[in-house]
């Protein structure tokens, strides 16, 4: 499994990101953003980490995408 570290500010709705070592999708309140900065699922983190997952063609791997 690939993951890149990224701020949470530039998640998107439908991204998978790696929290304790637990996958989680990213939905509308996930990620709120305040006078404490940006909170994901009640985590104050400066980095998460991306899932992305292999896109195929002809069944070779053409790259690597954050949403399926």
Do not use: C, S
């Not at 499994?1 to 998107?12: E, G, S, Y």
């Amino acid at each position: 499994m690939k993951t890149r570290k990224i701020h949470p500010a530039d998640l998107n709705v439908g991204d998978t990101i790696l929290i304790n070592g637990e996958m989680k999708t990213v939905g509308p309140n996930t990620v709120k953003t305040g006078f404490f900065g940006t909170l994901v699922d009640d985590h104050r983190l400066a980095q998460v980490e991306q899932v992305l997952f292999p896109k195929w063609f002809q069944g070779e791997i053409t790259g690597y995408h954050a949403q399926v």
